[in-house]
C-alpha cells in the first residue's frame, strides 16, 4: 500500500479536463512543497510533468497544472487529447528525507 | 542532450546480490544528486535509494535499507546500486533517475531484474 492515495483511474473526453487526486500527510505533501507528478506510457520511463507542486519543466505543454491544498495535491490536464492516455504518478519528498509514490492513476481518454 | 544508461540487470536466485550500473553523458553529473526508483512488473513506482553529489549523505526506501548500497564515480560519471540477500519481492525495472531533492527530471530506460529459483 502506497504512502500517497492516487484514485485507480480517471477517464474523460477529447477537449474535456480531469483532475487527479494525490492524498498525502503532515510527513510528505502537508509538509513540503516537493510534489512532483510523472506520466508513463506502456513500456516507457516516467516522465516529469509537473514539479514543485505548480512548475511545468520546458517542453510540457500549459495544458498540465498542479495545486496542492492541505495534505492533498492534484494534476489537471485540460483539452484532453488522446495522446494523454497514460499512467500518472504523484510523489513527494518526507520528513525523513525519502521520497513516497502514490500507486498510480490510470487516465483512459475516450 | 541528457542521458542515463542502465546496465547490469538480469536473473539471480533469492538470497544472490546483483551490481547495477549507470552510465551518465550530456550534464554536469557530479552536480547532481541521483536516485534509483524500481517498478515491479505491473505495479507502480517506487523509489529506492539516493545519493548526494558529493557522496556526503546517502538514504534508502525501508524496504532495501541494509540490503542495497549506492554509490558513485563522479570521474566515470556513474552511478551504481549494489544489491544483496536479494528476495522475490525486488523483481522490478530499476530506473535511474537524476535527482533526488524535489524532482526525478531524466530518466534511463531501466534495466530488469528478475529474482526467482
Known amino acids: 500500500q502506497s504512502a500517497l492515495t492516487q484514485p485507480a483511474s480517471v477517464s474523460g473526453s477529447p477537449g474535456q479536463w480531469i483532475t487527479i487526486s494525490c492524498i498525502g500527510s503532515?510527513?510528505?505533501?502537508?509538509?513540503?512543497?516537493?510534489v512532483s507528478w510523472y506520466q508513463q506510457h506502456p513500456g516507457k520511463a516516467p516522465k516529469l510533468m509537473i514539479y514543485d507542486v505548480t512548475n511545468r519543466p520546458s517542453g510540457i505543454s500549459n495544458r498540465f497544472s498542479g495545486s496542492k491544498s492541505g495534505y492533498t495535491a492534484s494534476l489537471t490536464i485540460s483539452g484532453l487529447q488522446a495522446e494523454d492516455e497514460a499512467d500518472y504518478y504523484c510523489?513527494?519528498?518526507?520528513?525523513?528525507?525519502?521520497?513516497?509514490f502514490g500507486g498510480g492513476t490510470k487516465l483512459t481518454v475516450l | 542532450e541528457v542521458q542515463l544508461v542502465e546496465s547490469g540487470g538480469g536473473w539471480v536466485q533469492p538470497g544472490g546480490s546483483l551490481r547495477l550500473s549507470c552510465a551518465a553523458s550530456?550534464?554536469?553529473?557530479?552536480?547532481?544528486?541521483m536516485s534509483w526508483v524500481r517498478q515491479a512488473p505491473g505495479k507502480g513506482l517506487e523509489w529506492v535509494a539516493k545519493l548526494k553529489e558529493d557522496r556526503s549523505e546517502e538514504y534508502y526506501g525501508a524496504s532495501v535499507k541494509g540490503r542495497f548500497t549506492i554509490s558513485r564515480d563522479n570521474a566515470k560519471n556513474s552511478l551504481f546500486l549494489q544489491m544483496s540477500s536479494l528476495r522475490v519481492e525486488d523483481a522490478a525495472v530499476y530506473y535511474c533517475?537524476?535527482?533526488?531533492?524535489?524532482?526525478?527530471?531524466?530518466w534511463g530506460q531501466g534495466t530488469l531484474v528478475t529474482v526467482s529459483s
Open positions: 550530456g550534464f554536469a553529473f557530479s552536480e547532481y544528486t
Open positions: 503532515s510527513s510528505d505533501i502537508g509538509a513540503y512543497n516537493y
Open positions: 510523489c513527494s519528498h518526507t520528513s525523513d528525507n525519502t521520497f513516497e
Open positions: 533517475a537524476r535527482g533526488g531533492r524535489s524532482r526525478f527530471d531524466a
